[in-house]
């Protein structure tokens, strides 16, 4: 008689010793095995973007745009990239060739854009509020942003929309303005905020936030 493989053996073993073990701890044991088969990822809010063409257009509000003039694109530059490494089979559009359109072009409606750059779809970040200062001394990263999914081949229908809880870099500390440069923090706090928005798109770790006053430490 032929021996089973050594995995379908460790399996079963597996399975015996769990079966086996008091009531009181199977439950936790059961979640232990889930977490090493599965991990600890959780799925993605919108999985639409897996095999389309996409744009990422950022919209600050125009009193952001002179206090942070580049943030609305150095966003959604980042949110391109995170996008283009972990969606799969996803196109993304260069953010050259969506902010030189911006620049040349009126539009109001984000299906005005995805036209333009015969896209799929537009992912737009409505960003409603942006501050890196808490006092005059310390840095607290503050924003407020809400997400658009268009479906620009059905006539600009928004298929995903989601108002964000504000984001708040570090979540519980300031940073003493002595320990970063502006910009250098601007680009730390961008970094985050663009994390938080592209997750919704791509299993991510749902914990992950859980770390950032420590990363803002280090």
Known sequence: MARPPIRRSL?????LAIAALPAAGCQ???LTAMYLIKGTDVDPEYKGLKGKK??????????????????????????????????PKIKTVDQQTVAQWLDENTWDEYVEVGKALDVDAIVGIDLE???IFQG????????????????????????????????VYPPNIGIPASERTEG??????????????????????????????AKALD
Not at 11 to 15: K, R, V
Not at 59 to 75: E, H, I, T
Not at 194 to 212: C, E, G, S, T
């Open 54 to 87: 996409v744009a990422v257009v950022c919209r600050p509000l125009v009193s952001l745009q002179y206090r942070n003039a580049n943030v609305g694109r150095d966003l959604a530059e980042k949110i391109t990239r995170l996008l283009q490494a972990k969606v």
């Open 136 to 167: 005059q001394t310390l840095y607290q990263g503050k924003a407020n942003a809400a997400i658009q999914v268009v479906d620009c081949r059905d006539g600009g229908k928004v298929v995903f929309e989601k108002t964000l809880p504000q984001s």
């Open 11 to 15: 399996i079963l073993l597996t399975i």
């Open 28 to 30: 936790s044991v059961m």
């Open 184 to 213: 250098g923090f601007r680009a730390e706090f961008v970094t985050v905020l663009a994390d938080q928005i592209a997750r919704h798109f791509y299993a991510h770790d749902p914990h992950a936030d859980m770390a950032l006053d």
């Open 129 to 131: 509020g942006f501050d």
